[in-house]
């Protein structure tokens, strides 16, 4: 599976921002898809993630803020921010909980990655 994100940018304190982030390859094997963020210095944290059967869970910073979503398909994850705030600003990543038969008709694990987004909010 591989995850392509995009829509991070610059926006003003109080705007919106939409994010997504599509999988493609055997994306029948994704369960839960997140979206993380890492602030420079900081760990990397969970925003919000969002279960095949549409469960949602937020971080408690971002909860009435921001919305996790996914398409019918189940291959593309959006995360719509709004009222950003400068504390938001971070690189978010999107990831996905994956679990496929192996070769050995074992059960395997895993968690793919997408790359980076920049997103960045100016007071």
């Known amino acids: 599976v591989q995850l392509q994100a995009c829509g991070g940018g610059l926006v003003q304190g109080g705007g919106s921002l939409r994010l997504s982030c599509a999988a493609s390859?055997?994306?029948?094997?994704?369960?839960?898809m997140e979206w993380y963020r890492q602030a420079p210095g900081n760990e990397r944290e969970l925003v919000a993630s969002?279960?095949?059967?549409?469960?949602?869970n937020y971080a408690e910073s971002v909860k009435g803020r921001f919305t996790i979503s996914r398409d019918n398909a189940g291959n593309t994850v959006y995360l719509q921010m709004n009222n950003l705030k400068p504390e938001d600003t971070a690189v978010y990543y999107c990831a996905a909980d994956v679990v496929f038969l192996n070769s050995n008709s074992e059960f395997v694990a895993l968690r793919a990655w997408g790359q980076g987004t920049q997103v960045t909010v100016s007071s």
């Open positions: 969002i279960a095949t059967g549409g469960h949602t």
């Open positions: 390859g055997n994306s029948n094997s994704i369960r839960t």
